[in-house]
């Protein structure tokens, strides 16, 4: 029987050079919605537009009801404000996880998404023995995106063509797997 991967064990609270990762919470919603109501943030997300402070609340009302077990989320944390988020989600019977991450615009190009998905891939293959990939996808436009999983180590799987609708129009997928035998801590 595959044992499960128990999310519970990775810290609430990551430390880091620069920002911290911690829980998103509900007092959270102007700042979400200050950094995601932008044009350009939103550009590869399947998120609708306008943005509203009420898609903020949502956002957060759906961080705050994540099983941390199985699929963990944080805010990127800096200067006290949310920056950011970051989710990592285990299929457990499968031993993968797929991580998702975003972060505020004025704070692009400063290697903090690279180091906040480094910091909780390197948790997770240490707190659970048994995952063995790691994997992300994104728009196939979104070069920033796609530069991140590359300084992450993952290796280009495939394309995936017309896989998701994104306000109207069919997009190209791509997708990035890191297996545990490639990972270096
Ligand atoms: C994708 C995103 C998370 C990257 O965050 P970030 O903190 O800027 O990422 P990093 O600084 O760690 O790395 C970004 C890399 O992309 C590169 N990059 C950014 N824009 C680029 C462009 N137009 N062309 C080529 N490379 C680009 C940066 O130079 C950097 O690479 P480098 O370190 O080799 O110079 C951020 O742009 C974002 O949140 N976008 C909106 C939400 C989103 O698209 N999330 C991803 C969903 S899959």
Redesign the pocket.
């Known amino acids: 029987m595959v044992s499960k991967i128990r999310a519970a064990m990775l810290p609430e609270v990551i430390e880091l050079d620069r920002f911290r990762l911690r829980p998103f919470r509900i007092t959270d919603v102007d700042a979400v919605f200050r950094y995601a109501n932008d044009e350009?943030?939103l550009?590869?997300?399947p998120i609708a537009k306008p943005y509203r402070i009420s898609d903020a609340a949502d956002f957060l009302a759906k961080q705050l009801l994540l099983d941390r077990e199985c699929n963990p989320s944080w805010a990127i944390e800096r200067d006290e404000a949310p920056a950011?988020g970051l989710n990592i989600r285990f299929f457990s019977e499968h031993r993968v996880s797929e991580i998702?991450?975003?972060?505020?615009?004025l704070?692009?190009?400063?290697?903090?998404?690279?180091?906040a998905c480094r910091s909780v891939i390197a948790s997770s293959f240490q707190c659970y023995p048994q995952l063995e990939r790691v994997r992300?996808?994104?728009?196939a436009r979104?070069?920033?995106?796609i530069?991140?999983m590359e300084?992450l180590g993952m290796k280009r799987e495939g394309l995936l063509r017309s896989d998701r609708l994104c306000r109207g129009q069919l997009t190209d997928e791509v997708i990035y797997g890191l297996l545990r035998a490639e990972w270096s801590p």
């Open positions: 350009d943030y550009r590869y997300l950011g998702g991450y975003a972060v505020a615009r704070l692009w190009g400063r290697g903090i998404a690279t180091a992300a996808r994104a728009d979104n070069v920033a995106s530069r991140v300084k």
